[in-house]
């Protein structure tokens, strides 16, 4: 008899391709099954779309000198336009990642989404995708690992994470949301205004002039919101406008000596606040697409934050400009915040009453309760994330890895705080949490008001076998991590917080019997990996098995 099920039937009972689960209905009196929707096709209104006229006129850059700038927040025509465009044509799903397996591939995701959304607009947008990914090529090292190919996202290998308390440019992570204007340091302009006494238009040689502006050097660490978003998406999938975009693991974070200006000395420039101003919108130069709309890349910080001199207008990194990736010529740097908010590519700054009202301020970052999902919630319900709670990660060994040691396992990562405090105690535990090891002081890097430390430890392992090596941070606050995932979940998938989990398989060689029998795979010459190939010999001689058995009392008891 031949079987009449799909060939993955089996798989699909067992979750393991969730996507292709069907959704049970059973609001009425017979449960109702509604398959997976398939994707209807392309359509497109050519007649519509080129009745708009010429895209080069309609989308041209905005200045000589920014190549891939258009001017989207000025021009609410512009806008309308854009977006009528945008609905006259359809374009296919995002790829579904989260419930069935990662390509394994790098660029791991393409984002032909965003890439046909620019192609859609045309004029100075055509070419931005390609412009982008020459300039990863460029500047980013051979090594990082492309989540993203464009919008480009990527983040270093684990192995490189933390080699180096200080990031090197070219290992930091990146994390766009559209395409790398290219920015002529020249022709570069930005210009404060909005709730000012005097709005003003300052070139990078203002801003960069020392009798005006007192300089300001400080070592910050950036993390990315998504960063360990990957465990949650391993838990539970989730949804949000990044994450299409980025399934980070734990390299979304890194460290940079930066050198700039305190945005709170050129806002007194502008002659200080007034009417009511309370948060500065800080604008990016590329194009960001969201739901058939275009716009700038914008959001806001408290003037609060701005006037304890936590905000920075930044032209280096570590003692070079601005790689082009990271915000050429000037980005905005948040001491403690999340790396939403130290916008890129910034070209205007504008005081305002409340907090930006742009998507990114306002319906994105957003940190929900586990109740909250995809049919009922609202950005009201959300938590706007500033700052990042207490983390660590683990970055060696790896989950699933088989570590031999001699009853101590080599453990490396990172620890973080956000909002101006720092790891106190880094703390490890080879047994799921029960007991734990604090990392000596010794063993950490050098403390820092707005940076990760970078730490190691030999971690006590006398067991064999799988064990759950955990790690958790203590901040100088005393706040540390939930012990789990599922704490910490939410729809949005931000804000990985928990301790971080990893199996590891522990072979103690420091026991005889794992040494003598690690002589006999050699000598045999038996390949160790994988852990899961049966052995091909005997692993008790029958005399010894039978000795034991005259030595001790047998398995049953007669009465
Ligand atoms: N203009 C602009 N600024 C931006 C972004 C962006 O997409 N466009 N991404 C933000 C996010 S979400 C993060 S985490 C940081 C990342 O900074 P990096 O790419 O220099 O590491 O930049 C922020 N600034
Ligand atoms: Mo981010």
């Known amino acids: 008899m031949e079987t009449v099920n799909r060939p993955n039937e089996w798989k699909i009972e067992q979750g393991l391709a969730g996507a292709e689960l069907p959704f049970l209905d059973q609001t009425g009196r017979d449960t109702v099954a509604i398959p997976p929707q398939k994707w209807v096709g392309f359509w497109k209104d050519e007649e519509a779309i080129k009745a708009f006229g010429d895209p080069k006129q309609l ?12 001017e989207w927040e000025k021009y609410p025509e512009k806008k309308a336009i854009a977006h009528k465009i945008l609905t006259s044509q359809s374009f296919p799903p995002h790829p579904e990642y989260q419930m069935s397996p990662i390509p394994d591939t790098n660029p791991v995701l393409d984002g032909y989404r965003w890439k046909l959304w620019h192609q859609a607009l045309g004029g100075e947008l055509d070419s931005v995708p390609d412009d982008s990914w020459a300039m990863v090529l460029k500047e980013k090292h051979p090594e990082m690992l492309h989540l993203l190919q464009f919008p480009y996202n990527g983040e270093p290998p684990k192995r490189l994470v933390t080699s180096k308390p200080v990031t090197p440019n070219p290992l930091h992570f990146v994390r766009n949301h559209g395409g790398i204007p290219i920015i002529d340091k020249d022709k570069f302009s930005m210009t404060l205004d909005g709730l000012v006494a005097d709005p003003k238009v300052y070139s990078l040689d203002d801003l960069m002039d020392e ?9 910050v660490t950036m993390q990315c919101s998504g960063t360990r978003r990957i465990e949650q998406i391993c838990l539970y999938p989730g949804q949000g406008d990044e994450l299409p975009q980025a399934p980070w693991a734990e390299g979304a974070i890194g460290t940079a000596k930066y050198v700039g200006v305190s945005l709170k000395k050129v806002i007194k420039d502008c002659g200080g606040l007034i009417n009511g101003a309370k948060h500065l919108e800080l604008y990016g130069a590329e194009t960001y697409f969201k739901a058939d709309q275009v716009m700038n890349y914008l959001v806001s910080v408290p003037w609060s934050k701005v006037k304890a001199n936590e905000v920075m207008l930044v032209w280096e990194m570590n003692g070079e ?12 740097v948040v001491l403690g915040y999340i790396g939403a908010r130290s916008v890129k590519w910034l070209y205007r700054i504008k005081a305002i009453e409340t907090p930006s009202l742009a998507p990114v301020q306002s319906k994105e970052y957003l940190y929900f309760n586990q109740q909250v999902g995809k049919h009922n919630q609202r950005p009201t319900d959300g938590i706007q994330i500033q700052e990042m709670p207490v ?4 970055m060696s060994p790896w989950t699933k890895q088989v570590v031999i040691h001699n009853g101590s396992i080599r453990c490396k990562g990172w620890a973080y705080s956000g909002g ?8 490890l ?22 940076t990760w430390r970078t730490w190691e430890y030999d971690l006590p392992c006398d067991v064999e076998g799988w064990i759950e090596i955990v790690c958790r941070c203590w901040d100088n606050s005393l706040n540390t991590q939930p012990l789990a995932v599922r704490a910490a979940w939410n729809w949005g998938l931000h804000v990985t917080s928990s ?12 026991r005889d019997l ?14 160790l990996a994988p852990i899961t190939q049966p052995e091909e010999f005997q692993t008790q001689s029958w005399e010894e098995y039978e000795k034991f058995w005259k030595e001790h009392d047998p398995r049953d008891v007669d009465e």
């Open 499 to 510: 301790a971080h989990r990893i199996s590891v398989y522990s072979i103690n060689k420091s």
């Open 391 to 394: 983390s660590s990660a683990i």
């Open 321 to 332: 400009p601005l790689p082009k990736i990271h915000g050429y010529p000037l980005r905005v």
């Open 59 to 70: 989308f041209a850059r905005e200045l000589e000198g920014w190549k891939g700038y258009v």
């Open 429 to 450: 535990s080879a047994d799921g949490g029960f007991s734990w090891y604090s990392v000596p002081n010794e063993n950490l890097s050098k403390k820092g008001k707005w």
């Open 211 to 219: 009798s005006k502006f007192p300089r300001m050097e400080k070592v």
């Open 420 to 427: 101006g405090r720092w790891p106190e105690r880094v703390e």
């Open 514 to 527: 794992t040494k003598q029998r690690f002589e006999k795979f050699d000598h045999l010459g038996i390949p």
